[in-house]
Structures are given as C-alpha cells and as structure tokens.
C-alpha cells in the first residue's frame, strides 16, 4: 500500500544525495540507482527481523530530527543564502481557472504528512500496552508540526520566500548555511 509514496521518498532522497555530491540535481539514472539501493537496504534490514527493523528506525529518526534541528538552528547564524539549481519549470499561478489544479498540488506535501496515520494499523499489535497508542500519537504530532512550522520559519528567512520558489533543493540550500 505505501510503493508509489516509497518511491517518491526515495526519488527525493536521492535528488537530495546528488546535491550533496554533485552541488547540483544528476541525472534520472543516479537517482534512480540511488533510489533503488536505498529501498533495497531496507527491504534487506526489515528481512532480518521486528528488532533489527525497530533499532534502525529509532537510529535514524535520532539522526533525522538532529539534522532537522542543526538546519533550523541556522536561523541563529544571521545569514542568508543565495539560491542555486534553479528549476527552470513551469510555474503555476492562480489564473482564475485552474484553483482546482493548484490545490491538488500543494495537498501533496499534506498527503504524505498525515500519512502516518495508517501506520498505526502495522505497529498496533506489537504495542504491549494499548493505552501508550492515543499519547504517541499525540507527541509525534506535535513533535512533527513543531519541526515542520520550525525549518519552514527557517527556510524563508535563511533563503527568502521569493528566491525559494523556484530552488530544487531547499534542505540542500538550509545546509549551506553550516557547511558551505
């Protein structure tokens, strides 16, 4: 039920990693190849069991949420980042006939937000005590929200709104701030 948003995830992560490397977006068969070792990692670490899987995740999400603090933390650095690897593409502005359209593309990024929901499907029957279920939830949400509205905030200051619209890789862009 989760491939076509898995690879999506992955497709980005990706673009992100030829970023990293390249200081620019490669070429589709990168980040396809790139994509596809990284789903394959994966599916190998989730073979080897329940408590395998379950380090790997709390380790990453460790990780995740610590990057995700080190770039919002550039707000305190007090400085702003030009914009690079510009998307030369279409962009979509309200013309009075096309709300429909501009709608549905910005649910996207909700779409995969709220998705966690249907996780708790998976992960309810390994929970001991059911009642840890509803407060999970609710730490996690408001963890996720606050981290989101957090690098968001630092995203348009760091980079600018304006300047934003067209990058390809704002987290890339944020990571200038500490790393050059």
């Not at 620019?24 to 994509?35: D, E, K, L, W, Y």
């Not at 080190?70 to 709300?99: A, M, R």
């Not at 992960?123 to 996690?140: A, D, R, Y």
């Amino acid at each position: 039920s989760n491939a076509a948003s898995l690879a999506v995830v992955a497709l980005i992560g990706a673009d992100y990693v030829s970023d990293l490397l390249f200081g620019q977006p490669s070429g589709t068969f990168f980040n396809i190849m790139v994509a596809s070792i990284s789903v394959g990692l994966f599916y190998i670490v989730n073979l080897l069991g329940l408590i395998t899987s379950s380090r790997t995740q709390n380790i990453l999400t460790v990780v995740k949420i610590s990057l995700i603090v080190l770039l919002i933390s550039s707000l305190f650095k007090g400085v702003t980042i030009p914009v690079h690897g510009i998307n030369e593409g279409k962009i979509y502005t309200y013309d009075g006939s096309n709300g429909a359209l501009l709608l549905l593309v910005s649910l996207v990024s909700v779409f995969f937000t709220y998705g966690g929901y249907q996780q708790t499907i998976n992960f309810g029957g390994e929970v001991e005590k059911s009642s840890n279920i509803p407060k999970g939830i609710l730490i996690g949400i408001v963890i996720v929200t606050s981290l989101y509205l957090l690098i968001n905030y630092a995203y348009t200051a760091v980079i600018g709104y304006g300047p934003m619209k067209n990058a390809t890789a704002i987290g890339a862009l944020l990571c200038e701030a500490w790393f050059g």
